[in-house]
């Protein structure tokens, strides 16, 4: 299954967070969010936080298993947990209207990114700025870019 997964990561997220998508918009069908749904969401979190390192994954497991960790899901925690799993879903859309774009909310705190002897290959438009901006900081942290 190594080998699956070293040469499939990509896939292997890209389908972990299309299904995160779907349970999630599922678990808010009716606006709310109770106990048994919370802990649903925590079993599929750790059962497939098993085969990734993806910081979705990572960061809203870490928060459910806070939130459970006395056993109850409280108003506070199930509004908190509502308002996460809306903004990764996206705005509410009408019927009939095409879904609209997630916010992806999880990456805080931002996942910690090993660049000592990592290396790193930069294509399309890069949020932080041009491709060669890219390649310093990069190298600056002790990474490659290829």
């Known amino acids: 299954m190594d080998a699956f997964l070293k040469f499939n990561r990509k896939n292997v997220d890209d389908r972990q967070v299309d299904t995160l998508i779907g ?15 919370a802990e649903f969401l925590h079993t599929w979190l750790i059962q497939n936080r098993q085969a990734t390192e993806n910081p979705i994954i990572v960061n809203l497991l870490a928060r459910v298993e806070m939130m459970l960790s006395d056993g109850v899901l409280d108003e506070d925690e199930s509004a908190e947990l509502v ?29 910690a990114i090993e660049f000592q002897e990592r290396s790193f290959l930069f294509t399309g438009v890069c949020a932080f700025g041009a491709r060669r901006e890219c390649h310093a900081a990069t190298e600056r942290l002790g990474g490659r870019t290829v």
């Open 83 to 111: 308002a996460i799993l809306q903004r990764f879903n996206g705005e509410t859309a009408e019927r009939g209207e095409l879904a609209k774009t997630s916010t992806l909310p999880l990456n805080a705190p931002a996942p």
């Open 23 to 37: 349970l999630s918009k599922g678990l808010l069908a009716d606006g709310k969010l109770v106990q048994s749904e």
